[in-house]
């Protein structure tokens, strides 16, 4: 493994906004949803959940990128995405 020190590690950070990164690969969207299990399903061992909320955040190689662009890089992302309501989310938190 190699370990930077903390002045090579502030160099490599201050020099990010002049590095353009293409990440390939697949794109995901993460969804989580959130609440109050109520009760076991008597058919199953399934909790059911009393929904409070939900959330959708960028997954696999979108979030890569999303990281590589928080550090002040250029990102050009790369991959495949079908053709519906999902996709149109995903093109919205990539953009």
């Not at 790369?78 to 519906?84: A, I, L, M, N, S």
């Not at 309501?85 to 953009?95: F, G, T």
């Amino acid at each position: 493994m190699i370990k930077l020190s903390p002045s090579r590690l502030e160099q490599v950070f201050s020099n990010m906004s002049s590095v353009c990164v293409a990440v390939i690969g697949d794109l995901m969207m993460d969804r989580y949803v959130w609440g109050d299990v109520t009760r076991v399903s008597p058919e199953a061992p399934v909790p059911i959940v009393s929904l409070e909320g939900e959330s959708s955040s960028l997954g696999g190689a979108a979030n890569v990128a999303a990281n590589i662009n928080a550090l002040s890089s250029k990102v050009m992302l790369y991959g495949v995405v079908g053709d519906d309501m999902e996709s149109n989310q995903l093109k919205e938190l990539v953009r």
